[in-house]
């Protein structure tokens, strides 16, 4: 068997992970969601986590506000 030599990309991203896409603070990504102008984030118990899809998929499109594209998307995990 050979091993697979390509890093493998997270399917969540925590603010940080987020901010470095967006090049922008921390506070920021937070201050965005926080107006619902980015994808919704998962609350995993005490974590939050974004979608890295969702994250993608939101900047190929020129970042538009999802309060009117109907992008805005809360998963809750009980733990």
Do not use: F, Y
Not at 14 to 27: F, H, I, K, M, P
Not at 36 to 46: E, I, N
């Amino acid at each position: 068997m050979t091993a697979n030599t390509e890093p493998m990309t997270p399917p969540l991203l925590a603010v940080t992970d987020v901010a470095r896409l967006l090049n922008c603070s921390t506070q920021h990504v937070r201050r965005l969601a926080d107006a619902g102008r980015m994808p919704r984030p998962m609350k995993l118990g005490a974590l939050v986590r974004w979608n890295r899809a969702e994250i993608e998929t939101w900047l190929g499109a020129g970042c538009p506000d999802p309060r009117r594209k109907g992008m805005t998307r809360a998963i809750r995990v009980a733990t």
